[in-house]
């Protein structure tokens, strides 16, 4: 729990710097939930990466071309704000995860990033900004 610094409750405006303090809370709450869940940024990507069975099932369901799990579908609902945004929401290990699986799908399975972007940016409009970000780090 935070409090109230001691430099603050000496001050003659208690009412103002306690409203100043809970704003600032406030903020940091409401900034901390503008994240993507970081609840699968301790996953295997290498071994999910190598293994054409489970890639394929991410992909599929990305695509809309077969069932999903729960991490495909958390992908599939993240993906067009991550791609208009830059990953923006994003934790840093989820922007490195995301930069070298998109690298991987580049280098690896060029047509299954053609086809997943074709359906999630159909006119290009965020293509350099997104390859902009992969080039980035």
Do not use: H
Not at 1 to 6: A, D, H, V
């Amino acid at each position: 729990m935070l409090g109230i610094p001691s430099w603050a409750s000496e001050m003659e405006n208690k009412p103002l710097v306690v409203a100043l303090w809970c704003l600032l809370t406030l903020v940091s709450v409401v900034l901390t939930a503008e994240r993507y869940s970081a609840r699968y940024d301790k996953i295997d990507l290498d071994a999910i990466l190598t293994n054409d069975r489970a890639l394929g099932a991410i992909i599929r369901c990305i695509l809309e071309k077969g069932p999903c799990s729960p991490e495909g579908k958390d992908i599939k609902t993240d993906l067009p704000d991550a791609l208009r945004t830059q990953c923006a929401k994003c934790t840093d290990t989820q922007k490195r995860m995301i930069r070298k699986s998109s690298r991987y799908l580049l280098t690896n399975r060029p047509e299954d990033w053609k086809a997943i972007t074709r359906k999630y940016d159909p006119d290009g409009r965020f293509r350099d900004s997104y390859l902009s970000f992969l080039n980035s780090e």
